[in-house]
């Protein structure tokens, strides 16, 4: 037999305001879903590395693909998504696209990302 839980016990908390501050942080669902289509587009190693390139530059597909190592065709595959997630944006120069980081919200996102990536890579100073 299970045990049961009396109405009342789920309804107390342990530490009632670390529950109310909690409750406040919540996303809205159309914040996590936002959210969760970022992360979900920067769980690919490529897509990461064009994140990567893109900070400081705003770079064609082809000059993407010779940094990545990669075809223009898959390089350009992942610039849709990335397009799509509104973490890049597109920039037409004549017969050329360059592309840059949004500058947004996911922007202000990937800085922090970005941050906290660059403490993981080991120091070059002696």
Partial sequence: ME????????DQAIDPA????????????LSERR??????VLCDATRLKIVRALRDNQLAASDLARILGRSRSATSQHLRVLREAEVV?????????????????????LRDIDAAFDK???????
Avoid: F
């Avoid at 597109?90 to 919200?105: E, F, H, I, K, T």
């Fill in 120 to 126: 993981l890579e080991p120091s070059t100073a002696n």
């Fill in 35 to 40: 959210m969760r289509r970022l992360l979900d």
């Fill in 3 to 10: 045990p049961t839980t009396a109405p009342e016990a789920i």
């Fill in 89 to 109: 944006q597109p920039s037409r120069n004549g017969n050329v696209v360059r592309y840059r980081l949004a500058a947004d919200l996911n922007a202000e996102i």
């Fill in 18 to 29: 670390a529950v109310a501050a909690a409750e406040r942080t919540k996303l809205s669902p």
